[in-house]
């Protein structure tokens, strides 16, 4: 039987040569990464479950990036991380980005990707629902909870039911103004929140292709939001070269066969795009950008996973350059690495940092989650107050970025940043004409 | 562990997309919970996410919930993968989810802990029961009835999953069947 990326990577993994939708399969792990949220508790299942003095199945495999309250005045946030470092240093393993040192990276799914560990072919698990985002660089990634996450640690091993693929397929190109977070509300918006729900979401068509790493990654990091278990993409030139410059390790692409069975499958022309926006409260709560125009914001916010990388950045200031915001707007670098290329990005031979500077953003030095999921009281660009945010996040439930009364519009960062300036939703062809 | 098949209790009734962080914001993330005193916490606050005017599902100033069955519509458990959010429902003293369909971590998060039974509803309840209803369910008979109205409803089969919250959870059922060692 011809197979899907996801089934091969999973055939692979469990040693079989063949697997189906709906078998479970028990899969070998080839990286396990968990952050300061999760990572105690998951610690605290292994040591219960395993032994105060057991061993990892392999420290090489495990990588843990702290990242969601790191700066925050909060004492047991600082006892979170505590018990991750000394983990890590009874375990002995080497991929640790610790806090406070040159090896703190920030947000951990884009961290993952810039240190190489996010690899074609193989298959990822992390204590984070937007693990997911890997899966741009074709690979099986996941979100698990705590209590896999500790059985994996101590076996190396966890038990998958095989999902069925939808595939998604975008002919021609996408207009200079679409972004790939317009492309994956789209979809989401196509679908509904509960539409791919079990399934994987494969991604593919000339349009696909042509998107950067960073975009791919966008894409991917969304498929949650579709109720999605993972997102793939096909490995290219595009792909090889960025894990190359990262990673020394071998790794072996999938090809989808052609002739595979996908449950669902749907064509875009790539071309008849808009930029869109995702309204209170929920990511599937579609609208053209252009058709929320009367709606005021209090607030901009460009960050996250999903949203705070050097593309979105770039993007953003193409839109900000010369320009004032209207509205407070939050800038939070998604790693140390993008914090780095603020400074030495340009766009129209200013530094995306002096860009937004002028334009009188508010612009966090640290790297981290943020405000994206609310997190501590005194979080950078936390909502506290019955604020209207438009934002480049990930999620817009009730209360996802802090105060209950908040009203979070989720957005590309072309579209944020026009937003930003105007005060209001808008659409950015207004400025990219 | 042997558990009883039948859950008796008021219910605390939902709607559609009930996300991660309705369940159990952020905020309070920072809990740990292995420590039991940060388990105890967790409970306090399950479902404190809710819009204001839905109702508290742990009285304010209390630990534990008078409701032992949520029912919602679907998608249930939506968003992130935070084990967090079965465990503050299952700490606060819930023992079962009545939905129409889970999102996929949930559900399995809930079978991994063993915190509370999610189970699944062929039709729509939600209009059928109101919070403060006394309800059963019957895990073997697969139904769930309304002591209030005496109305019957099916519910799907747990399945595989069943045996697994019967023993209290994933590393619990794998000694149990003598799929890992007994003693760690």
């Known amino acids: 039987m011809p197979m899907t990326m996801t089934e091969k990577i999973l055939a692979r993994a469990s040693g079989r040569t063949e697997v189906g939708p709906g078998d479970n399969v028990w899969v070998n792990v080839d990286t396990l990464m968990t952050h300061d949220v999760c990572g105690p508790g998951t610690i605290g299942i292994f040591k219960r479950e395993f032994g105060k003095n057991a061993k990892v199945w392999d420290p090489e495999k495990v990588v843990i990036i702290p990242d969601h309250y790191i700066f925050t ?8 991380v505590d018990i991750l470092r000394e983990f890590v240093r009874e375990q002995g393993i080497p991929n640790y980005y610790d806090v406070g040192t040159k090896d703190y990276k920030g947000v951990c799914h884009v961290a993952l990707a810039q240190e190489g560990h996010t690899r074609p072919g193989e298959v990822l698990f992390g204590t984070d629902s937007h693990t997911c985002m890997a899966g741009a660089f074709n690979q099986f990634a996941t ?5 896999d996450a500790a059985f994996i640690l101590g076996t190396g091993k966890l038990l998958v039911k095989v999902p069925p693929t939808m595939r998604f397929d975008f002919d021609g190109e996408f207009p200079p103004y679409v972004m790939a977070k317009d492309v994956i509300l789209h979809v989401i918006g196509d679908i509904g929140v509960a539409g791919a729900t079990y399934k994987a979401m494969e991604f593919g068509g000339d349009a696909i292709k042509r998107l950067t790493m960073e975009e791919r990654m966008t894409v991917c990091n969304m498929v949650i939001e579709g109720g999605g278990k993972n997102g793939v993409i096909d490995a290219d030139e595009t792909t090889f070269e960025y894990v190359r410059a990262r990673t020394q390790k071998p790794f072996e692409p999938v090809v989808g066969d052609p002739g595979a069975a996908h449950v669902f499958a749907k064509r875009y022309d790539a071309s008849t795009i808009e930029p869109t926006v995702a309204r209170p409260h929920s990511p599937d709560n579609k609208a053209r950008a252009r058709e929320l125009g009367d709606v005021r914001v209090t607030r901009a916010y460009i960050g996250s996973c999903t949203g705070g990388k050097i593309t979105d950045f770039i993007n953003a200031a193409e839109i900000m350059r010369g320009r004032r915001v209207a509205v407070d707007t939050f800038l939070v670098p998604a790693t140390t690495e993008i914090a780095e290329g603020l400074r030495t990005e340009k766009v129209g031979g200013e530094t995306l940092h002096a860009i937004f ?35 480049t996040t990930n999620r817009n439930f009730p209360g996802r970025m ?16 026009a937003s930003a300036v105007t005060g209001r939703i808008t659409d950015p062809r207004e400025f990219l004409q | 562990m042997t558990a009883s098949s039948k859950i008796r209790g008021k219910v605390f009734v939902l709607g559609d997309n009930i996300d991660t962080d309705q369940i159990i914001p952020a905020e309070y993330l920072n809990l740990v919970p292995t420590i039991p005193e940060e388990y105890e916490k967790l409970g306090s606050y399950a479902l404190i996410g809710l819009p204001d005017g839905q109702g508290r599902f742990v009285p304010e100033g209390e630990a534990k919930t008078p409701y032992s069955i949520v029912l919602a519509g679907r998608n249930f458990g939506c968003g992130s ?37 999610p189970v699944e509803s062929p039709v729509r309840l ?14 073997d008979e697969n139904a769930i009835t309304n002591l209030r109205s005496g109305t019957r409803f099916e519910l799907n089969a747990l399945g595989d999953a069943r045996p697994v919250i019967d023993a209290g959870g994933l590393f619990a059922y794998a000694r149990e069947t003598g799929m890992i060692p007994h003693s760690a």
């Not at chain 2, 939905?99 to 949930?106: D, H, K, L, T, V």
């Not at chain 2, 029961?129 to 019957?138: H, K, L, R, S, V």
């Open chain 2, 81 to 117: 993968s935070r084990e967090h959010a079965p465990i503050a429902l299952g700490a606060a003293g819930g023992k079962a989810v009545v939905a129409e369909s889970y999102a996929r971590i949930f559900f399995r998060n809930c079978v991994a802990t063993g915190e509370l039974y």
């Open chain 1, 357 to 391: 500077e002028a334009a009188g953003c508010k612009l966090s030095a640290d790297a981290s989650c943020a405000a994206c999921l609310g997190g501590p009281k005194d979080t950078f660009g936390r909502i506290n107050g019955p604020e209207v945010c438009i934002s």
């Open chain 1, 402 to 417: 802090g105060s209950k009364e908040g009203q979070v519009y989720l957005a590309s960062p072309y579209t944020v940043a």
């Open chain 2, 126 to 139: 939600v209009d059928e029961f109101q919070t403060g209803d006394e309800a059963e369910i019957d895990l």
């Open chain 1, 143 to 147: 979100g698990i909870g705590n209590t």
């Open chain 1, 73 to 80: 005045s909060d004492d047991k946030c600082h006892r979170n």
